[in-house]
């Protein structure tokens, strides 16, 4: 089996590679395991090289069709991870950026897996972003209406409903995974309206001062980083006869506001002995607006019945950074 992540030199698509490659196999529409033989990154620029003889790393544009398609394999045997994309606030920024590589980046993506045929399997990073507006009212959960009002969940709404429509023609067998906002992403703040979710812990943890552009009783919802790359394969493994026609699934998240970030990084820093950094009040008016329309809390009990893990606690998620990354 072939596998490609697109977005492989982002964060997210270098750890799902680590993980799949200390795995070793995935599940084959017959329910069968193959084994891994090649994972193939792709994203516009690599930061560093990989020696993995199994891995390949090739500089691409997503949204550049005729390159994009080139740079994929044609054998049959192939399961597609989508993680690349335009991050929140880039997207509110820049509408006909964001549809260049969001959206027809995702098409370019389905049409390659669909020339890989109805055996490939497509894995899709969504968000929980597809919801907001009126629609959204108390726990957002796989039945609710998408109605997304910012353009990053706009995009991230479209490519689910084209992968439910793909899967319904066989073209493939494709899947989305609703993800909430990942936490606690290692390295600098990026343009994502959400990366301060990553900031006041990362940056405190670091002895650093963590402007928070948000109100501090803002309620968002988070998980950790291992349990997204654990939901993300465990999504890829599932029968596609268990997901029926609704092909995105939520993964379970909880509800955290800075304030109960503060007290959960005093905890950690007491029993670490580490002396925390600052979270300085920046109130960002812009970015209030743009987390003003997403959930607060997501319903994920759907995702929990078909097997994928649950939201660790918030102290184990801060303490598994430390062990990845340091303080």
Not at 70 to 75: F, I
Not at 268 to 274: E, G
Not at 309 to 324: H, R, T
């Amino acid at each position: 089996m072939q596998v490609v992540i697109t977005g492989g030199g982002g964060f997210l698509g270098a750890q799902l590679c680590r993980a799949l490659l200390n795995r070793g196999s995935l599940e084959n529409q017959k329910g069968d395991r193959e084994p891994i033989e090649q994972i193939l990154l792709l994203d516009q620029r690599f930061s560093t090289q990989t020696n993995e003889e199994r891995v390949s790393q090739i500089e691409v544009d997503i949204s550049n069709r005729a390159k994009f398609l080139d740079a994929l394999p044609t054998k049959r045997s192939v399961s597609f991870f989508h993680l690349a994309s335009m991050v929140s606030g880039e997207c509110e920024d820049s509408f006909d950026d964001a549809l260049r590589v969001n959206l027809d980046g995702g098409r370019h993506l389905f049409e390659a897996a669909r020339r890989a045929g109805p055996s490939s399997r497509v894995v899709f990073a969504s968000s929980i972003a597809c919801f907001g507006g009126e629609a959204m009212q108390g726990e957002c959960h796989d039945r609710m209406k998408l109605t997304p009002q910012t353009t990053y969940g706009m995009t991230k709404a479209i490519c689910e409903l084209l992968i439910n429509d793909h899967s319904r023609k066989g073209h493939f067998d494709g899947r989305s995974a609703r993800l909430p906002t990942v936490i606690i992403r290692p390295g600098k703040p990026n343009a994502a309206a959400s990366s301060w979710a990553s900031g006041m812990f990362r940056e405190p943890l670091h002895g650093q001062t963590c402007l928070l552009p948000i109100r501090r009783s803002q309620s968002h919802p988070m998980t950790g980083y291992r349990t997204v790359i654990e939901s993300l394969i465990e999504l890829h493994d599932l029968p596609k006869e268990d997901l029926g026609d609704d092909r995105a699934v939520g993964l379970p998240a909880m509800s955290v506001t800075p304030i109960q970030a503060a007290a959960v990084l005093r905890q950690v820093a007491a029993k670490r002995n580490l002396k925390l950094g600052e979270i300085a009040d920046d109130f960002q008016p812009r970015i209030q607006r743009i987390v003003d329309n997403w959930p607060t809390a997501i319903d994920g009990r759907r995702g929990l019945r078909l097997g994928l893990p649950n939201v660790s606690p918030l102290e184990q998620i801060v303490e598994e950074y430390l062990d990845d990354f340091g303080s």
